[in-house]
């Protein structure tokens, strides 16, 4: 058993014969080192991959096959053509970026990568059914994500405030002085930042009575900063050709504009720090990005679901203490992310959290294809087999994001759904996803152990136990000796019972988890 191996399924979508080999060739910590510095040029397979694939969507009551059209777009591009009033296929651009979603996951370099962009797509979560303009934009917010993701925490909360898809899901787009609308700054405090853990208002009323205001450092934040915060964000809204309600209307270029029309100019007060009235063009809400970004609380938060993605769903207080000790003293570094990464995934916590994190539906599922080698062809339904297991990848209903710990998705209907997900991928093509599984690879092979062997090298080349090798080659020999060649009745049968037992192996405790 590679301990090399069994860390690195910690941090990718799954095993390949290709990554199995460079694994063994470089070791965990230097395959580490290259998957935080990922150069896009570099990732050949998938490149070839998006180029190559055509997805079918359902258009005027017609399956077509497309190329990819939406994802090199401007802002202005997209909005052009898609924000109009006439236009039918307006979810579009969110479904070129959820095929390319699993395109990057089962074939990217660059796994690591791969999976903080769903980390943080989670955590600064938006709802694409929520406004037809954030599924309009999602290509934008995608690489915004993919940006910042290894960066500085700053910068990545700035970027996010001023993206369309976040303006429009938490309705800041529209807020203007008296009243602001809260949702953006209710959210940032308590989702982006802070954390619910960090809300007080249960124990003070007044900013003056939270430990430490009056020095500038409260422990936490109250109703009146979320209020305060919404006044500062009054003004930064999206140039959609929306009526401004000054007697014009804005440009229809789809991007960040601030409009000073909008903005509370008067004084305002926010984590004790006084905010003089009249400052130059959105000075107010950097300056509560500035705030909230530095507070300790925001480490914690941060630190703890990063922890908490890659290690366990109760990482030790030590590795949690270290990672916030690391993204406080890098907090000015334009890598900040990428240096608490690596104190993380280097760790003594780290290399003793093997198998104690359950792996959610979409990991599951193409961990699962990785594994197989088995390639997609994307159409609508990939989107309905996903969301049958509970995982619904830009739709999530709440602000919150996906939960992320096992108790949530282990119970008995998304376990159900979770195994049916498995066998539609892998047996059946009446989704016309993926072809059924061809296992003609193994047909040189005679006895169940042999071919069982074969298979589980394949799903669990780091880790597959005696008992799971027994219970799967049995159930080929079909209570026959697992030391001599099966029979079957005919191919089909074969087929039946290789299939089978390989979705036996993935529905298996220790191919659900990582």
């Known amino acids: ?49 998006f180029q190559s694939t055509n997805y079918t969507i359902e258009q005027n009551k017609k399956q077509e096959s497309k190329t990819f059209s939406c994802l090199q777009l401007s802002a202005q591009e997209l909005f052009s053509r898609f924000n109009k009033p006439d236009v039918k296929d307006k979810n579009l651009p969110a479904f070129e970026v959820y095929v390319d979603t699993w395109l990057r996951a089962l074939h990217s370099e660059w796994q690591l990568k791969e999976m903080m962009v769903e980390f943080w797509h989670n955590h600064f979560n938006v709802n694409i059914l929520a406004d037809e303009r954030i599924a309009i934009s999602l290509p934008l917010y995608d690489a915004t994500i993919r940006k910042h993701c290894f960066g500085n925490f700053r910068a990545f909360l700035e970027a996010i405030a001023k993206s369309p898809a976040m303006l429009y899901y938490l309705d800041n787009y529209n807020s203007r002085a008296s009243p602001a609308n809260e949702n953006y700054a209710r959210e940032l405090f308590e989702l982006h930042t802070l954390g619910a853990e960090s809300y007080l208002n249960h124990l003070y009323n007044r900013w003056k009575e939270v430990p430490n205001a009056l020095q500038e450092k409260p422990i936490g934040y109250i109703d009146e900063d979320v209020y305060e915060a919404a006044r500062a964000f009054t003004g930064w809204t ?117 198998g104690k994190k359950s792996k959610r539906p979409f990991e599951l599922l193409v961990s699962a294809l990785r594994s197989l080698q088995i390639d997609i062809q994307p159409n609508q339904m990939l989107v309905y087999l996903l969301a049958q297991t509970g995982q619904m990848p830009f739709m999530w209903a709440t602000p919150t994001g996906h939960p992320d710990v096992a108790s949530y998705w282990h119970n008995s209907n998304f376990l159900l759904a979770r195994w049916n997900s498995l066998i539609s991928l892998l047996s059946e093509d009446w989704h016309k996803i993926t072809k059924p599984l061809d296992i003609k690879a193994s047909s040189h092979l005679k006895t169940s152990k042999e071919i069982t062997q074969y298979w589980l090298e394949k799903l669990l080349p780091a880790k597959s136990s005696e008992q799971l090798l027994q219970k799967c080659a049995n159930f080929i020999a079909g209570g026959g000796d697992i030391e001599e060649e099966p029979t079957f009745y005919d191919e089909r049968e074969k087929n039946y019972k290789i299939i089978n037992m390989i979705l036996l192996a993935a529905m298996s405790p220790e191919f659900q988890i990582r």
């Open 1 to 49: 058993m590679s301990l090399d191996l069994l860390l690195t399924q910690k941090i990718t979508y799954g095993f390949t014969p290709t990554l199995i080999e460079k694994i063994k060739k470089l070791g965990f910590q230097r395959y580490l080192e290259s998957q935080l510095s990922p150069k896009e040029s570099e990732d050949s397979v998938y490149l070839q991959k």
């Open 238 to 354: 999206v140039a959609d050709g929306s009526d401004n309600q000054k007697g014009g209307r804005f440009p229809n270029t789809g991007e960040f504009l601030y409009f000073e029309g909008w903005h509370d100019n008067y004084q305002k007060r926010v984590l004790g720090v006084e905010f003089p009235p009249n400052q130059p063009p959105m000075a107010d809400g950097l300056k509560v990005l500035d705030l909230v970004a530095s507070h300790p609380s925001t480490a914690k938060f941060i630190c703890t679901k990063i922890c908490r993605r890659f290690i366990s769903d109760n990482p030790p207080e030590s590795i949690i203490k270290k990672a916030i000790e690391t993204w406080q003293a890098n907090a000015k570094n334009p890598q900040q992310i990428k240096q608490v990464l690596w104190v993380v995934l280097t760790s003594e916590e780290f290399k003793e959290s093997v």
